[in-house]
């Protein structure tokens, strides 16, 4: 899922902040926490709908929330006006490879999946993308993060993983060199891969509008429900 930089248009420019915007600190700061609140609760329902099938109904129930949602914020008076609309697109062989070459590979790859029997992804590196145009994400985890939990877990028997709790924990009673050396040896999480081939599909692009009490004109933030994200 994707949601775009929100767009502010004040005395008929557009701008990611308008001029009224920066009255003053008080009322750039309001507008912030508006926006932000706003852009989180909407970013928070439609991450449910990255999974169902773009179709009218998914539509339908999607500006269904965001028109409920937006009501119980025009309801608490920080906004005066809203709208919204939603429409199901197609992501094209041009829009997801710009190069023809690319696409023609793409295509390519396709007819001897046929007969080799591969995928569109795979979850480690392969020779497929030195080949053709995959879309290659390498994540780092936290490594950090799981060799609290493992120390923790190990000293503290029954001992919750609330974050701030696990923090404490690790302050208050450290593991030893010994210990860390042992962990990046033995149990180390190994990279995550994401090695994908990416085809047309269809995705949900919804527009929202709002006037804010003070300060703006009008917000516009864009909203794409993008099951490949």
């Not at 502010?8 to 926490?33: C, L, P, V, Y």
């Not at 269809?202 to 009490?213: C, G, L, S």
Request: neutral net charge; proline residues 6%; hydrophobic residues 40%.
């Amino acid at each position: 899922m994707e949601i775009k930089t929100p767009q502010i248009d004040s005395d008929g420019t557009t701008d990611i902040w308008g001029e009224k915007t920066f009255k003053t600190n008080q009322e750039k700061a309001n507008i912030h926490r508006l926006l932000l609140f706003i852009r989180e609760g909407i970013e928070s329902f439609a991450e449910s709908f990255i999974y169902e099938k773009p179709d009218k109904l998914t539509v339908k129930h999607v500006l269904s929330g965001i028109f409920s949602f937006l009501d119980g914020v025009k309801d608490k008076g920080a906004i005066e006006e809203f709208d919204a609309n939603a429409e199901v697109k197609l992501r094209t062989w041009k829009e997801l490879y710009p190069k023809a070459f690319d696409r023609l590979r793409v295509k390519f790859y396709k007819v001897i999946s046929k007969i080799f029997k591969t995928k569109l992804n795979y979850n480690k590196p392969v020779i497929w993308q030195h080949l053709f145009p995959f879309k290659v994400k390498h994540y780092v985890p936290d490594i950090l993060f799981f060799m609290k939990k493992d120390w923790i877990e190990e000293s503290i028997p029954n001992c919750d993983f609330m974050l701030e709790a696990m923090e404490i924990k690790w302050k208050n009673n450290p593991p030893d060199i010994e210990w860390i050396t042992e962990w990046l040896k033995t149990k180390m999480p190994d990279p995550i891969y994401e090695v994908v081939l990416l085809v047309p599909y269809y995705y949900i692009d919804t527009n929202i509008y709002f006037t804010p009490k003070k300060s703006v004109d009008n917000i516009n933030l864009n909203i794409v429900i993008d099951n490949e994200s």
